[in-house]
């Protein structure tokens, strides 16, 4: 019956309201909160909407939703469907959907992405106190987003905050020959995007090169005919953190391209949903 209802949720005619803490008049019971387009820098694209649930504790966990885009565009919109299903079948876990500045043609995505997550997780852990929250955090990535959100969980959390991490199609790997050596004008682009680097800077800015041991549980899915992100990026991703002996699961639709809908979307969210149980649960 409860994979029942998440079907049914799934579907792009049913609406979701967050709903509205009951009143109660018990001076111990805390409110849920909710802030939208929360401003963590001077760029119009640092904000983000934050979810926390009611009766909350020290010990509730926070998910950060880092969208898609090609690192030049997207919005946190575009994970909304992420959010209003972990809010309603995960109502306690706290949910932050992030906007990051975009770059262009003279400001490349790192580090200038990879600071805007930075800023927001020190959000968190600034103010976990009057969030009456715990710094504790997991994301969830799509494509440019799950590049930025691996990249993040791997080089930056020196306070070992990420409890898990969700890659759905994210680049890893930009040394890849399936990237360098290809003439789909698509993939050159996105070398250029990154100011033409060098090769020991591509492999700075790959979680394929910077995972290590310590790396947290990791949630992998990649499709087959993607016409964006090569299947070897998933496929040497899974064998990479298979060699580290890190926690994680690959997961590999052989049909799909950049992203899918139907019983694949289904069976996605619903290991997504178990990764949170496992992972961001006290």
Not at 18 to 37: F, G, K, R
Not at 159 to 174: E, W
Not at 203 to 220: D, G, Q, V
Request: proline share 6%; hydrophobic share 35%.
């Amino acid at each position: 019956m409860k994979l029942l209802r998440r079907v049914l949720f799934l579907s792009p005619f049913l609406l979701f309201n967050l709903a509205c803490s009951d009143d109660n008049n018990e001076a111990d019971v805390i409110e849920a909160y909710e802030s939208l387009d929360v401003s963590y820098g001077p760029d119009l694209n640092q904000t983000f909407d934050i979810f926390l649930p009611a009766n909350r504790t020290n010990m509730t966990k926070t998910i950060i939703l880092v969208h898609g885009g090609s690192w030049i565009g997207g919005d946190k919109t575009d994970m909304d469907r992420f959010k209003s299903y972990i809010l309603l079948f995960h109502p306690n876990i706290g949910v932050i959907n992030m906007n990051y500045t975009l770059a262009d043609a003279t400001t490349p995505p790192i580090p200038l992405q990879t600071d805007d997550i930075s800023a927001v997780v020190n959000y968190i852990s600034e103010n976990k106190s009057s969030l009456r929250i715990s710094d504790d955090i997991g994301f969830i990535g799509a494509s440019a987003g799950a590049h930025l959100s691996l990249l993040w969980s791997y080089t930056n959390d020196i306070n070992n905050q990420v409890d898990m991490v969700c890659s759905i199609v994210g680049p890893t790997n930009f040394t890849d020959p399936a990237y360098n050596d290809s003439l789909n004008p698509l993939y050159q682009g996105m070398t250029l995007l990154f100011g033409n680097p060098s090769e020991d800077f591509l492999e700075s800015i790959s979680p394929y090169h910077t995972a290590t041991t310590s790396a947290p549980p990791t949630l992998l899915f990649y499709g087959g005919m993607d016409p964006l992100v090569p299947s070897s990026q998933g496929i040497d991703m899974d064998a990479k953190l298979t060699t580290l002996e890190v926690t994680h699961e690959f997961h590999f639709y052989e049909e799909e391209g950049h992203g899918w809908e139907g019983l694949n979307q289904l069976d996605t969210t619903s290991k997504i949903s178990a990764y949170i149980d496992t992972y961001l649960i006290p």
